[in-house]
Structure formats: C-alpha cells, structure tokens
C-alpha cells in the first residue's frame, strides 16, 4: 500500500498525521519529512498521528528513534497519538512506547 504524509504548522507546533505502510519503501519519505521539521531551530511540538498506518516493521522503529533523538538535541517535543493497535503493539514489544510522549485517543 502507498504512504501519505499531510503536515500542518502552526507557529512553531508541526502536526504530521501518516496514512498507509511504513517499510523499506516508503521509509525514506517518513524519515525525510519528519527529521526536517524536527531539525528546524524554532520547532516546539512534533506530533505524529498514526491512527491510519495500517503496517510498520523495522523501518518505521529506526525512523521514530532518529526522529526522537533528532528533536531532543532541538528541545523539540516529540509525541505519537492515536496509534493504531498494531502500531501500539509493535512499539510496546520493541520498548519504545515508553520513550516517545504518546497520546491515545486524543486529537491534535
């Protein structure tokens, strides 16, 4: 399945919500984007709504970990929300649940 990636700004917060598979294919284009907004010297909030991924293997994992890592150097705040239940599951088996702010349910 194809990825799409919709980004909103709002002053220094950058909202991101992600549609489709996050893998080999499409990993690329997450971490391009992602990683651009949490390099910018201004950036507050980056939230990542993953409601609609439907998959993600260990693309997507190295992905979340270079973003996180990316926004601590900037003091940026970094949160998942609305995670789909085999995304939540994948990041509880891995350990990163507990690293990344994460919000269930909540809107942006």
Do not use: W
Not at 79 to 90: F, I, P
């Amino acid at each position: 399945m194809d990825l799409t990636i919709e980004t909103m700004t709002q002053g220094t917060e950058h909202y991101v919500t992600l549609r489709g598979d996050i893998d080999a294919y499409t990993g690329t284009k997450v971490k391009e984007t992602l990683m651009m907004l949490a390099k910018q010297p201004d950036a507050t909030v980056l939230s990542v709504n993953l409601e609609e991924v439907e998959y993600m293997d260990s693309t997507g994992i190295g992905i979340f970990i270079a973003v996180m890592k990316a926004c601590k150097q900037t003091d940026c705040i970094f949160q998942v929300n609305k995670l789909s239940s085999r995304v939540e599951r994948l990041f509880r088996i891995t350990g990163l649940y507990e690293h990344i702010a994460t919000r269930k349910g909540e809107s942006e």
